[in-house]
């Protein structure tokens, strides 16, 4: 749907979104602001042929068809016949509405710096404040247009010092962020762009996160269960080490993509599990990074339920419903709406151990502070608990909570039941903290 669709809009509101991302993800190699869709094949070989000759229109669709490269997997998913338009103009009515502000991701592979700038213009024209914006997206993965254009970390530090240096004579308080981690091929990525960065002011390194599951977890097991939350931990600390992000520490992180990765069958996407999961990631990106930024991947996509945090599949009744994802999202954001201040809460609860030499806690809290004290508690263990609120410094409030079983398959508020309780309520003195929670009280 488009922006256009009030039932759309108020479903993204919903999820109280600080930030928006537009266009979003890779779309923004091929994506035409004026016409609001990624190029055919016949516009996006007049913009890169000129790096490779044989980039023709005939080419392009040809191996689109049956290349493995994710290139061609991309511009055949975004060369759709019906698409939904999303122009600057179409885009700010979604950001207005939904009080959100924006990241724009430019186009530094089949775009100019010049038709970009026109694009931030545009954007301010239609009152969309010029906050953040990313240089390029993922420029260092395994991609064949992406590794022609910027071979090593040289030429894309080269572009992003060029297109920095230009953007602030328009912009000069724009927030800008770089592609971050030093992954395959581009070992020294990290510390050249570090270096090259220096003395630049409010410049972000981007991070996207996603832990891959090959084999089919049984959450009805505890110990695959227990070791698939922890997987939030463990896998994180492995990719953060390979990637050299402890060279970027004197930067803010900025984590515009998360989610999970199933291949085979997908058990875990959208079960309570999974929200548990994604709500656990937040917590251990900020325990681990200079985390300022999150945005969940994605809002959602009619074919593509696993990374949605909205259902824009179903044609019954829980079509524009929250999924798993999208619940945990919404109440992260609802936390940090407004806040001035967030601190770590340490609840007297065991940790799980997970091997003689590793340990886990499944249960992680924050309160913040702004025009109200919240308090965040996310329980991923089978055990309940009960806390006095005066013990964490709130005198009681509104709750929202969500529990369920581990498998249930979250659309919202519906299907309550033994599987799925949802509680909103005032509470003072002492709350019950349910196995497998999240709980947002808020003064």
């Known amino acids: 749907p488009g922006w256009e669709n009030n039932q759309f809009c108020e479903a993204v509101k919903s999820l109280h979104p600080g930030i928006l991302r537009y266009p979003g993800g890779s779309n923004s190699f091929y994506w035409d602001w004026k016409k609001g869709r990624t190029k055919n094949f ?26 493995k490269d994710s290139f061609w997997k991309q511009i055949k998913r975004y060369n759709r016949k019906n698409y939904t338009s999303n122009t600057i103009s179409q885009f700010s009515q979604g950001a ?30 239609y009152g969309l404040e010029i906050d953040r914006i990313e240089i390029g997206n993922e420029i260092n993965h395994k991609h064949k247009l992406l590794q022609e254009i910027y071979p090593n970390i040289k030429t894309y530090a080269d572009t992003c010092e060029v297109w920095i240096n230009r953007i602030r004579e328009s912009f000069p308080n724009v927030k800008i962020g770089v592609v971050g981690g030093s992954k395959g091929i581009f070992k020294n990525w990290n510390q050249v762009l570090t270096n090259r960065l220096s003395t630049y002011q409010n410049i972000g390194f981007v991070l996207h996160y996603y832990p891959i599951f090959s ?76 985390a300022e930024v999150f945005t969940f991947h ?48 340490q609840l007297n609860n065991p940790s799980w151990s997970l091997s003689h030499s590793s340990s ?24 309940a608990y009960r806390i006095t609120l005066i013990d964490v410094g709130i005198n009681g409030g509104e709750i929202e909570q969500y529990s369920g079983s581990l498998t249930h398959d979250v659309r919202g508020e519906l299907n309550q039941g033994d599987d799925w309780k949802v509680t909103k309520k005032a509470v003072k003195n002492t709350i019950e903290i349910p196995p497998y929670s999240i709980t947002l009280i808020e003064e």
């Open 42 to 67: 016949g516009e996006l070989s007049q913009n890169i042929i000129k790096i490779n000759p044989d980039y023709t229109s005939e080419y392009l669709e040809t191996n689109a068809q049956t290349g």
């Open 360 to 383: 886990f806690n499944p249960i992680f809290a924050y309160k913040v502070t702004g025009e109200k004290q919240k308090l965040f508690i996310c329980n991923t263990s089978e055990t």
């Open 96 to 125: 207005q509405h939904t009080q959100s502000k924006v990241i724009f991701v430019l186009n530094i592979i089949s775009s100019t710096l010049n038709d970009q700038l026109k694009m931030l213009e545009e954007a301010k024209l």
């Open 215 to 290: 084999e089919t977890v049984d959450l009805n097991n505890a110990l695959e269960y227990q070791q698939f939350i922890a997987t939030t931990a463990t896998d994180l600390e492995k990719k953060l080490q390979n990637w050299a992000w402890h060279q970027t520490q004197s930067f803010p992180t900025w984590v515009t993509e998360y989610n999970i990765i199933e291949k085979g069958n997908k058990t875990l996407h959208n079960t309570w599990a999974h929200g548990l999961f994604t709500a656990m990631q937040v917590h251990q990106l900020i325990q681990k990074t200079n």
């Open 298 to 345: 994605s809002i959602g996509f009619d074919k593509f339920t696993p990374f949605s945090a909205i259902d824009l599949t179903s044609k019954k009744n829980t079509k524009y419903e929250k999924t798993a994802s999208g619940l945990s999202t919404s109440l992260w954001n609802k936390l940090t709406q407004n806040a001035t201040s967030m601190q770590s809460i």
